[in-house]
């Protein structure tokens, strides 16, 4: 899970980052008039969604991380559990073999 998290996280800053350059990449053309402003318009909106995309990647990617660590913790309280058991059991099975002989 944590991998996966930083497989997101790094989706989410080239998406961010293919926002930017395109975004840049209109602004710094040279051209006038109302269809250039109507492009500039665009490249901004479109750079915003973009990085709007992303902040709500690297969230989700967050919230799966702090999942995956929540996980390991539980999985190792119950290996630990299950392990306590186990050691138990294998003292009363000892015990009992000692007591039958």
């Known amino acids: 899970m944590q991998a996966q998290a930083a497989a997101w996280r790094a989706v989410a800053n080239r998406v961010a980052d293919d926002g930017a350059r395109a975004h840049a990449a209109v602004t710094g053309a040279h051209f006038e008039g109302p269809a ?19 902040a709500e990647l690297r969230a989700l990617a967050g919230a799966l991380s702090r999942d995956a660590e929540e996980l390991d913790v539980a999985q190792r309280r119950q290996r630990a559990l299950e392990e306590a058991a186990a050691a138990e059991a294998a003292a009363r099975t000892a015990a009992e073999a000692a007591r039958d002989q």
């Open 36 to 54: 250039a402003a109507r492009a500039r318009a665009e490249a901004r909106t479109a750079a915003a969604r973009a990085t709007g995309i992303a």
